[in-house]
């Protein structure tokens, strides 16, 4: 067990390739319940939810979901989001567990709007069920027909026969569902997916296949390839931004930098030496120090070593050689196109 | 599982004596805190080796980690095969996959390594 972000979690069950390989080929499930919840509610929730995030929310259809950056006015990451539509009225937030306090009290500053902000994380459990045999181990589990959940879409539905929040969203790069539950409920309804999960090979993943399986599909993680130092035009993530969308917190510095350009850029990358970027380690290139790794595993899937570093925009593109200093060895790797993996549809 | 003609170190390393040799590996305690082994570095033969130094690194898919020699003295020989085969440290830790082989300049240093009962004790094991 480590400690994340104030919470007792398990990095592997029965070891980090096992549970990766068992989300990308059959189903996995996680104790998501660390991630923090905050709703907003009240005539003019939308307007509040829209000012303090990147992404459309007019665009959102109730029922519908997307990712978001919550940012500072200098155009740093608070957190990235996911933003749920309940009703006209209600927005649900799913949030960062160690950024939770943080986002809330971020957004109560920006209420000039008539709306109301709880900091709800205590009432929700989260547990993610992940992999192609996902919905056929939950739909055992619930009424709701959950193929009629798109992508990016949710419904509130009984889940053993508790009330629940049932999300077709995840953070492996697989088919998958994230279900909001009572905490009461949690460790039971943990093993009922278990139960229903057998027939499939169900394994309990932690925090360490978490990161190999989101670093593939190359999703990011806040104080890796995110933080209040970071812009999501510099993430790579410049689709959760709508400039045109109409005012919002962060707006201005945004529309500067893409008139501007940005001066580092995302880009991932794989070894060719031998050895693992790991984060914080240097990027040089042509013999200089020009960035630095954000994120870096061996990839089970793809049976290489791969990674997410900072370049200067102008040398961010793929197919370039670069070295990773590892233990004060500069060690060879080259930059790529991503996702690293993406599942087949 | 732990051998009693082992001694070990506080940082999970064991050592196993023959002369004034000692052979070094990694325990099968660190091995399952450490999850899927993917790359191990090794000193080469002939270097030279401080007790409680770091004599290499073994990295999990997860971290990288020090290896901290039990005693001093010269590398004598080290497990080519762990190149091509980190796994093994996963499923023969106490066995196939040691580490080096160190001639031992101070073989005193032994008495400050633990027993396996105490090494047991020390990592709360269930005998």
């Known amino acids: ?345 | 599982m732990y051998p009693d003609n082992f001694r070990y170190t506080k940082e999970h390393e064991w050592l196993l004596t023959e002369g004034d040799t000692g052979t070094v590996g990694i325990t099968d305690h660190a091995q399952q805190e450490l999850g899927d082994i993917v790359y191990v570095d090794l000193p080469k033969v002939g270097a030279k080796i401080e007790a409680g130094k770091s004599l290499g690194t073994v990295e999990s898919v997860k971290a990288v980690s020090d290896i901290y020699s039990p005693v001093s003295g010269e590398v004598t020989r080290i497990n080519e095969s762990l190149a091509d085969a980190p796994e093994k440290l996963n499923s023969d830790p106490h066995g196939e996959a040691w580490l080096v082989k160190i001639r031992m300049s101070a073989p005193e240093e032994i008495q400050n390594l633990m027993s396996s009962a105490d090494y047991q004790s020390y990592i709360g094991a269930e005998k």
């Open chain 1, 1 to 345: 067990m480590v400690d994340f972000g104030g919470w007792d979690m398990p990095v592997q069950y029965s070891g980090i390739i096992d549970e990766h390989n068992a989300v990308r080929n059959g189903v996995g499930i996680f104790d998501v319940s660390h991630m923090g919840e905050i709703e907003i509610r009240g005539p003019e929730a939308g307007r509040l939810t829209d000012f303090v995030t990147t992404n459309a929310v007019q665009k959102l259809k109730v029922g519908q979901a997307h990712y978001s950056g919550l940012l500072y006015e200098h155009g740093g990451f608070v957190d990235d989001i996911l933003v749920h539509k309940v009703a006209g009225d209600h927005y649900f937030l799913c949030v960062n567990a160690s950024n939770q306090d943080k986002d809330f009290e971020h957004i109560r500053a920006h209420n000039r709007f008539d709306a109301q902000v709880e900091n709800a994380g205590a009432r929700y459990a989260q547990l993610a069920v992940q992999g192609p045999k996902a919905r056929a181990t939950l739909q055992k589990l619930t009424p709701v027909d959950l193929a009629a959940i798109k992508y990016y879409w949710f419904t509130d539905g009984d889940v053993c026969g508790v009330p629940a929040r049932i999300a077709h969203t995840g953070y492996t790069g697989e088919d998958g569902y994230e279900i909001y539950i009572p905490p009461t409920e949690a460790v039971r309804i943990w093993n009922e997916v278990m139960n229903a999960g057998a027939g499939f090979g169900i394994k309990p993943a932690g925090l360490g296949a978490r990161n190999t399986l989101r670093l593939e599909a190359k999703m990011a993680l806040y104080g890796h390839e995110i933080d209040a130092g970071i812009s999501p035009l510099e993430a790579d993530l410049g689709w959760i931004v709508k400039l045109d969308k109409g005012d919002f917190v962060g707006r201005d510095t945004l529309v500067k930098q893409k008139e501007a350009g940005v001066r580092r850029k995302l880009i991932g990358f794989e070894m060719r030496g031998r050895g693992i970027g790991r984060d914080g380690y240097e990027v040089f290139l042509d013999g200089a120090a020009a960035g630095w790794v954000t994120s870096g595993s061996p990839s089970p899937t793809l049976n290489k070593n791969i990674g997410l570093c900072y370049l200067p925009a102008e040398q961010s593109h793929p197919g370039k050689t670069i070295q990773v200093m590892i233990r004060s060895q500069p060690v060879d790797a080259v930059t790529v196109e991503t996702p690293f993996y993406k599942r087949a549809k």
